[in-house]
């Protein structure tokens, strides 16, 4: 019902910013919750950041929080992440995910779909 296709990822030293764009399709884009996830090789899949279907609400994990942030466009049915400060604990491989929870979800399980990821490359 709904395809996500990520962009914006890349290579970028320590410190810097990098904003990721989530393009989605199905035309009931407000309807569903979006989210942000990566993974990193070897590690499993973490949450980074959700929001409500309005853009009201926003949920971040610590390891983010103050860092990076989620927002969405209804109107162009994308969704953003803007990443600052730049760590190379954050290189992974960064997912969208979309959600018909009413809430900011942190659970993998409680997405219905996924984009096929854009990689992001921090260097120290």
């Known amino acids: 019902q709904v395809q996500l296709v990520e962009s914006g990822g890349g290579l970028v030293q320590a410190g810097g910013s990098l904003r990721l764009s989530c393009a989605a399709s199905g035309r009931a884009f407000s309807s569903y919750s979006m989210g942000w996830f990566r993974r990193s090789p070897g590690k499993e899949r973490e949450f980074v950041a959700s929001i409500s279907r309005s853009g009201s609400l926003t949920y971040y994990a610590d390891s983010v929080k103050g860092r990076f942030t989620i927002s969405r466009d209804n109107a162009k049915n994308t969704v953003y992440l803007q990443m600052n400060s730049l760590k190379p604990e954050d290189t992974a491989v960064y997912y969208c995910?979309?959600?018909?929870?009413?809430?900011?979800?942190?659970?993998?399980?409680?997405?219905?779909?996924w984009g096929q990821g854009t990689q992001v490359t921090v260097s120290s």
């Open positions: 995910a979309a959600s018909s929870s009413i809430a900011p979800i942190s659970i993998g399980n409680r997405y219905n779909y």
